[in-house]
């Protein structure tokens, strides 16, 4: 149980093209999700936390109107990276808080792979 | 601001050995620390979950221990495999209401010799 899935594995673009990237709880419902960002050999990096029916709260210094989240649904959110430039480039990962759980398992999803050319 | 610190450089270690991962944390005691399993181009697979009124967590093969007095969380992969290379991430969090942030540590990366 507890699997979460993101799609695209893995996206190349060109600058200044936007990309969503889609976050799945297949198994249970997830009031909150979280985004992270991790670059090669680094620590995985909040990005936001994503609230079924309100609006985001993103992170100390990163762009809320670059990063766009959208948790429409107890199951899904998006991040869209909107007009993406090379140093958007990242892998970018995505979790569930598992319901019920007092002190928050998250399950992760395997992550997508952006390239920005 | 808090910090997660684990040992950067990677551990190896031969088959059936006890392996033992660092985890320190500054400032702040966090209310529970997590331990997750990361492979290469992959998320992050939990593992473990310890609390801060916790001293030790055991899960097969796995222990975790937590001592707030060091500031230190111990992580320990017995009769080690192969199959258990892979890189480990410490994270802390601090509990309430309904979502916990996770701070990650920047992970030790297991090799587990034949």
Known sequence: GAVVSQHPSWVICKSGTSVKIECRSLDFQATTMFWYRQ??????????????GSKATYEQGVEKDKFLINHASLTLSTLTVTS?????????????????????????????????? | SQKIEQNSEALNIQEGKTATLTCNYTNYSPAYLQWYRQDPGRGPVFLLLIRENEKEKRKERLKVTFDTTLKQSLFHITASQPADSATYLCAQGRGSGGYNKLIF?????LAVHP
């Open chain 1, 84 to 117: 993406a430039h090379p140093e958007d480039s990242s892998f970018y990962i995505c979790s569930a808080l598992f319901p019920g759980q007092g002190a928050g398992e998250q399950y992760f999803g395997p992550g997508t792979r952006l390239t920005v050319t």
């Open chain 1, 39 to 52: 670059f090669p050999k680094q620590s995985l990096m909040l990005m936001a936390t994503s609230n079924e």
């Open chain 2, 105 to 109: 540590g920047a992970g030790t990366r």
